[in-house]
């Protein structure tokens, strides 16, 4: 590992074990996780817990075309080969994601029904916000900001209002 005042980012930050990654202490807040989903996860990728290894949390591509895959428990910070640890940002930036085709800087960017771990900025109908787009570039940067099922499905606005039902 390495520690230093990083100019650029104006903050405090380290590499760990991971050498194509950089953590900007206080800027971002990342955790460690172990991919069994049997494919490289990508740089970028929305990820949704599967299960636990060695005290680790499991994860695979999460994808808006159900409920139980919807919910994004954080971004790849770096491609994460399959039956390795890797980390996954949970709050804070991530870079070098390919943004080009999907967003314009400012836009919410939520996870797609389509792409597994791709990103869309219309709300799918069980929509997770993964965040912001920051930078709109083949190299761009997503600002993790994780609202997952912000848009609930029709019938549970339905089942909210009905008189005396119980708000969920």
Do not use: C, K
Not at 16 to 29: A, H, K, L, P
Not at 41 to 59: D, F, H, K, S, Y
Not at 113 to 122: C, N, P
């Amino acid at each position: 590992g390495r520690f230093w005042y990083d100019g650029e980012s104006n903050t405090f930050s380290y590499y760990n074990d991971i050498s194509d990654m950089t953590v900007n202490i206080g800027q971002e807040t990342v955790i460690r996780v172990y991919n069994d989903s049997g494919a490289t996860i990508p740089n970028g990728a929305a990820v949704r817990e599967t299960g636990v290894n060695a005290g680790l949390p499991t994860i695979g591509l999460a994808q808006a075309d159900t409920i139980s895959t919807s919910i994004v428990l954080g971004v790849a910070t770096h491609d994460i080969e399959d039956s390795t640890p890797g980390y996954i940002t949970i709050n804070g930036t991530v870079n070098d994601v390919d943004l080009s085709s999907v967003a314009t800087p400012g836009s919410d960017l939520y996870l797609s029904d389509g792409i597994a771990g791709g990103y869309t900025t219309v709300a799918p109908q069980v929509a997770s916000r993964v965040g912001t787009a920051l930078v709109n570039t083949a190299s761009g940067t997503i600002l993790v900001n994780i609202d997952n099922d912000r848009v609930l499905p029709p019938a549970i606005g339905w089942m909210n209002s009905i008189p005396g039902a119980r708000t969920l």
